[in-house]
């Protein structure tokens, strides 16, 4: 098993940054890709963006495309997500989560097996 938490989070104005961190303990974090999710009040939880085992293969969604950037720190036991260029609608609760899987990076999070408690990003107009 691997456990997770997220930081980072923060109140930033629009067209600031951030750097969200997720950090795991526990298990192998090499053998798990990552994903990182986010929820807005009253709204579906949804993918933001994944990166491979090796880190060699990432994928973001649309919505973030060119603001974002998903890395990880294979040393550190860390992913990382890069955000740039916040926009009010990108404020919701981040998570990560970690899927034991080799293949490319997913973006459905029923197959992820292990998440973090989120944090809080706001981003004011």
């Known amino acids: 098993q691997v456990q997770l938490v997220e930081s980072g989070g923060g109140l930033v104005q629009a067209g600031g940054s951030l750097r969200l961190s997720c950090e795991a303990s526990?298990?192998?974090?090499?053998?798990?890709?990552v994903g990182w999710f986010r929820q807005a009040p009253g709204k579906e939880r949804e993918f933001v963006a994944a990166?491979?085992?090796?880190?060699?293969?990432?994928v973001h969604a649309a919505s973030v495309k060119g603001r974002f950037t998903i890395s990880r720190d294979t040393a550190k036991n860390t992913v990382y997500l890069h955000m740039n260029s916040l926009k009010p609608e990108d404020t919701a609760v981040y998570y990560c989560a970690a899927e034991a899987w080799q293949g490319y990076p997913r973006t459905e999070s029923a197959r992820y097996d292990y998440w973090g408690q989120g944090t809080q990003v706001t981003v004011s107009s």
């Open positions: 526990g298990s192998t974090f090499s053998s798990y890709v």
């Open positions: 990166i491979s085992r090796s880190g060699g293969s990432t």
